[in-house]
């Protein structure tokens, strides 16, 4: 036996967790396997964060234990003992693991050589590619709108992986088997009409991985495309050379095109503008006054914030610094997503 102890910081409070020191098989699709049998992300989460270990070994505990172990000898707290009721679920769901046949996994590749490229690959020739963005400050808002005042300084403490592209329709279908897209045609073009509540469901598909994955708050949004820049847009103030870096309502012929077709901002990113509306993380508020570091938004609110602009818009919707806010439980032919990856 083995005691991983967790100490909570707040009230000094130390938890024991007794596990059996099994050793764990070596197989090439532990995690896929594991997300095909069901194994909660929150239960991963919780082992995570009460035994401070990376995802990789807190896979490797549920799956082994949920297959070696008839019961676990616990001493902690109620909120562990939870966790060991919640461990004790997965046993149905995946003592047939051994079983199954090799399958595929999703890979996350970190370039070696450059590590300002992260991608995550789906399946064949399906991946997920994210830029690193560097850590900085920038004046976020603009006195044009009054949804996006006052202009306010905002610090990005750390550099993060933003999409290179929105999420397509293929890569979507991938990990979710649906295909709830209003424009069809090619697989390449932006997954739309999804709700903030159905990104949320990827997510936590992708979550069950190497790395975790989530929407951009709305300051790593606007910094990101604004990329360094302090003009109306991240390529300067002419609406009219719009057409050259966004689809919108003046080229766009009121539909989604593939992505990656324009020219990308200054950090590489493309389609940060026009195509489709993007969803943040943050919920809708008015701007405070005051310098931020690292904001999340307004604690609370019945609307998320959407970024970017739509082909079905006009240039000042496609604004850096245009804000626009929907109810979570509903998709719209104008809204899709891209996602931050932080790497384990």
């Not at 003992?81 to 399958?103: S, T, W, Y």
Request: proline fraction near 5%.
């Amino acid at each position: 036996m083995i005691l991983i102890e967790s100490a909570n910081t707040k009230n000094s409070i130390q938890e024991s967790f007794i596990l059996e020191n099994i050793p764990v098989p070596s197989y090439s699709s532990l995690w896929q396997i594991a997300n095909n049998y069901s194994v909660r992300a929150d239960v991963i989460n919780t082992l995570m964060d009460h035994l401070s270990i990376s995802k990789t070994e807190a896979m490797k505990r549920v799956v082994v234990g949920a297959i070696r172990k008839q019961g676990i000898d616990i001493e902690a707290s109620v909120p562990l003992r939870d966790f060991a009721i919640e461990l004790l679920n997965c046993m149905k769901l995946v003592r047939n693991l051994f079983d199954q046949g090799e399958k595929e996994e999703i890979q996350v590749d970190v370039n070696k050589k450059d590590k300002t490229v992260l991608k995550t690959r789906l399946c064949e020739n399906v991946e997920i590619e994210f830029v690193l963005i560097p850590a900085g400050t920038f004046m976020m808002g603009t006195n044009e709108y009054s949804s996006a005042t006052p202009v306010h300084q905002v610090t990005i403490s750390k550099s993060f992986y933003l999409g290179k592209y929105p999420v397509t329709q293929q890569q979507w279908v991938t990990v979710m088997r649906s295909h709830p897209s209003n424009f069809k045609g090619s697989l390449q073009t932006p997954i739309e009409k999804i709700s903030y509540n159905d990104v949320q469901k990827f997510i936590i598909q992708l979550n069950q991985f190497e790395n975790r994955y989530r929407l951009p708050t709305e300051a790593e949004w606007e910094y990101a495309c604004r990329s360094g820049t302090t003009t109306r847009y991240y390529f300067g103030d002419n609406k009219d050379q719009l057409y050259k870096y966004a689809w919108y309502k003046r080229n766009s012929g009121n539909k989604t095109y593939p992505v990656g077709q324009l020219q990308p901002n200054a950090w590489g990113l493309y389609d940060m503008c026009g195509n489709v509306w993007e969803w943040c993380s943050d919920w809708y508020g008015p701007y405070p006054t005051t310098k931020l570091t690292d904001p999340i938004g307004p604690i609370s609110g019945t609307l998320r914030i959407l970024r970017g602009g739509s082909s079905s818009d006009d240039e000042e919707a496609c604004c850096p610094s245009s804000r626009a806010a929907r109810i979570l439980n509903q998709g719209f032919s104008d809204c899709g997503f891209r996602l931050v990856a932080v790497p384990n």
